[in-house]
């Protein structure tokens, strides 16, 4: 019961792109950076939702973790750069961003051709011929076929098997430099906080307003922060960075 | 409405012969209706590479007899030609596992084998049988022919039988454990 | 001479699809003749109850697709109709797209696709075969099978196919540049 309910989770896993993709839907917006910057506490939220769920997180892959953590670190970029203007963002993030909003165009697009396929798979069925019962050439065999050969092929189809698959150490760099950048980031918006209050360009909202939407983005950036770190450590994937966690709470 | 079109189907499909009678019962239409449909049918098939073939009171869809000749080569060209690997590897699984359904055949070698496995019967080389535990499926087993040929009076004869047998069913319970995924993408690891 | 009835009968036979190439083989025909007796073939199909499927080179005889509820009363085996979210999207990644490889598939699901490609090749929806182009890659095609499922006698009847074909090869071709995709995971990791 257990195993099974752990294959259909996996076999229904949806990527970032579906969650992200659905919350911009909910909301009737196009894919630009404006609806992304928008819906991206929505998208935090969720993925911190998603790291304290353990249920669900267990039949996951660290890959598929990953992969809504690497979303995630674009998504605050975009929001970053949505709330200070003046923050200058290096060519390497501005072409994630931009990779980010052309990617999700094309998976929208997927998205909706793959409703295609809901609403035609198994409708209007071509079928082969059953096999024919007297087809059946009396008996042919084939010199290759010898005891030890059938065992040889036996043997090979069996080493074709794929095995268990381990964590990836590309993915454990990837979740690192996330938290980096958070880190990073986090500090880049504080210093334009104290510095650059004066740039603030209050249309409707006023400087206050805004000073407080930043301040809750950073708190909820600090919760992120927080919750990769327990969700790769709940995990346990990799000793690197279970050592950093160690270093950190000394 | 377009009863020719649906016995063609049918004929197609069953690629058996079939009564009058249960054509009229599947389409539910009266005799008339159906005589009707297969006379227009046979008109329709008299100048094609198919053509309905009529025997007592069955019909069924045949080669044209005109072409009989490429037919027949095709047939020796079939009986002539050695199995491919892919054929070989198959029939490994069938004997080594025994009765083994497809989905099973298909998940060890990941590619679905349902050409093959036809070949294999056609060859006489397995036998499809109701699976014993599951009436609403087939499992596939080594003819007796096969193991006569490979000079083996059972397949527990075969060489490190228990131990590929028992790699064959662990392989198969880990059949709905989706940590198992590809790791080879190199085509040497092809399933050819 | 008969070239369209020949094809016919050697469909019929065969009961498997069979290549434009092969075809002309057996009939030791050139291949404008062959594709002169297919045409017409396809053209004498149009409104019977059997119907030409087509794909790449290939070509193989199956029901009609507005018979399918009458087959499918006749069939014994079960229908799996059956996909997830990500099965879909892997399936509308592959049939609109024709021929892809595994890493421009996760590349626009955004998230490693391995599990879902082998469980869908499993179920015979997708062929997995050598990359013409590099034969040191796969890539991934659609079955004859999904074709059948999806009720199309070709790729091209497929909702929207020529209007997405179009506008995909524009947009896709500038985006996947392979230096974009390589930052995001590195070569050496993409067996995983």
């Known amino acids: 019961m257990e195993n099974q309910a752990y294959t259909i989770k996996t076999v229904n896993f949806e990527g970032p792109f579906v969650v992200l993709l659905n919350l911009i839907e909910e909301r009737k917006l196009f894919i630009n950076e404006i609806s992304l910057a928008r819906v991206t506490e929505d998208y935090l939220k969720y993925v911190n939702n998603l790291q304290l769920d353990k249920n669900r997180l267990a039949g996951w892959q660290a890959a598929e973790i990953a992969s809504f953590i690497v979303v995630a670190a674009t998504l605050i970029l975009i929001k970053s750069k949505s709330l200070l203007p003046n923050l200058n963002l290096t060519l390497e993030e501005e072409s994630d961003i931009k990779d980010l909003e052309d990617r999700l165009k094309i998976f929208e697009l997927y998205s909706r051709l793959a409703n295609n396929i809901k ?114 450590q709940e995990n346990n994937f990799a000793d690197i960075i279970i050592k950093k966690q160690e270093a950190e709470t000394m | 409405m377009n009863t020719e079109q649906k016995i063609e189907a049918i004929l197609f499909f069953k690629s058996e012969p079939m009564s009058r009678k249960r054509l009229s019962e599947i389409l539910k239409t009266g005799q008339t209706e159906i005589n009707d449909g297969i006379n227009k049918l046979k008109e329709n098939l008299k100048n094609r590479g198919v053509a309905l073939i009529e025997k007592d009171n069955e019909i069924m869809l045949g080669t044209a007899p005109i072409f009989s000749e490429l ?27 025994n009765e083994v359904n497809r989905h099973e055949i298909d998940y060890i070698r990941g590619v679905n084998s349902s050409f093959i496995l036809r070949a294999l019967s056609i060859r006489g080389l397995i036998d499809k049988i109701i699976d014993p535990s599951d009436n609403r499926r087939y499992v596939y087993k080594p003819s007796f022919d096969l193991l006569a040929y490979m000079g083996v009076k059972s397949i527990e004869e075969l060489p490190e039988y228990s131990e590929i047998n028992n790699s064959i069913k662990n392989a198969v319970e880990n059949l709905e454990d989706p940590s198992v995924i590809e790791t080879k993408e190199s085509p040497n690891d092809a399933n050819l």
């Open chain 2, 71 to 97: 037919i027949k080569d095709l047939q020796k060209e079939e009986i002539n030609k050695g199995l491919s690997k892919a054929s070989l590897e198959t029939l490994a699984i069938i004997l080594y596992k």
């Open chain 1, 119 to 232: 609403i035609n798979f198994g409708k209007n069925i071509i079928f082969a011929p059953l096999e024919r019962k007297n087809e059946i050439l009396a008996f042919l065999p084939d010199e290759q076929i010898t005891a030890r050969n059938m065992m040889t092929f036996a043997r090979g189809a069996l080493d074709k098997i794929p095995q268990k698959v381990f964590l990836p150490k590309v993915e454990v760099k990837k979740v690192i430099s996330i938290e980096e950048m958070i880190d990073r980031l986090t500090k880049r918006i504080e210093n334009s906080l104290k510095f650059n209050f004066k740039d603030f360009s209050g249309k409707a909202e006023t400087k206050e307003e805004r000073v407080v939407v930043i301040v809750g983005f950073l708190a909820m950036l600090e919760l992120v922060r927080q919750g990769i770190l327990h969700a790769v």
